[in-house]
Antibody, heavy 120, light 108 residues
Framework: EVQVVQSGAEVKMPGTTVKISCKTSGYIFTDQYIQWVRQAPGKGLAWMGLVDPEDGEAMYAENFRGKVTITADKSTQTAYMELRRLRSDDTAVYYC?????????????WGQGTLVTVSS | EIVLAQSPGTLSLSPGERATLSCRASQTIVNNYLAWYQQKPGQAPRLLIYGASTRAAGIPDRFSGSASGTDFTLTITRLEPEDFAVYYCLFYGISQGIFGQGTKLEIK
């Protein structure tokens, strides 16, 4: 059974950095991309970027380029999303999700989400 | 840049009725890369449809997806109480993921 478990909620000061983990199991880690999605309170879903665990290559949405870094650790089957220079409007739930070519890369298995609150 | 416009913003229906949700792309996209999601409060999105019309595992057959040109439709026949939620479409292209703004399906 595929499992995707994210790290717990974070409270951060403006200007700092947060790093969220996404631990996966139940499948071959290098077979699926890991996508990251943001959802601000009461708002819709926004794609942030992805990592290909096979070679570590990451791609980012234009809105997040330069602010986010997504990585993957094959040894622990865990992906990470680091968000820098936090502002109050970065307060959101962050999700990771798996995507595979067999489903045209639709985001299939999702983590439970990680709430990041940015407040002074 | 591709934009996905979902309509209506809110749809008020009663259990047992049929729901038709629309997702219109601003330009031609490859049908296979269009998916639909259901999201309930406090929960992660749940994949319903991928490839524009293929139901994901475990999704009841009252959910169906279709495509015509740049128009994509999610149809829910015979609404159940648990179907009232927010629905999103997603296009996944080369190195980009684009979500529609969502349709809230509420109980009338």
């Amino acid at each position: 059974e595929v499992q995707v478990v994210q790290s717990g909620a974070e409270v951060k000061m403006p200007g700092t950095t947060v790093k969220i983990s996404c631990k996966t199991s139940g499948y071959i880690f290098t077979d699926q991309y890991i996508q990251w999605v943001r959802q601000a309170p009461g708002k819709g879903l926004a794609w942030m970027g992805l990592v290909d665990p096979e070679d570590g290559e990451a791609m980012y949405a234009e809105n997040f380029r330069g602010k986010v870094t997504i990585t993957a650790d094959k040894s622990t089957q865990t992906a990470y999303m680091e968000l820098r220079r936090l502002r109050s409007d970065d307060t959101a739930v962050y999700y990771c999700a798996l995507s595979h070519s067999s489903k045209y890369y639709a985001f299939d298995s999702w983590g439970q989400g990680t709430l990041v609150t940015v407040s002074s | 840049e591709i934009v996905l416009a979902q309509s209506p913003g809110t749809l008020s229906l009663s259990p047992g009725e049929r729901a038709t949700l629309s997702c219109r792309a601003s330009q031609t996209i490859v049908n296979n890369y269009l998916a639909w999601y259901q999201q309930k409060p406090g929960q992660a999105p749940r994949l319903l449809i991928y490839g524009a019309s293929t139901r994901a595992a475990g999704i009841p057959d009252r959910f169906s997806g279709s495509a015509s040109g740049t128009d994509f439709t999610l149809t829910i026949t015979r609404l159940e109480p648990e179907d009232f939620a927010v629905y999103y479409c997603l296009f996944y292209g080369i190195s980009q993921g684009i979500f529609g703004q969502g349709t809230k399906l509420e109980i009338k």
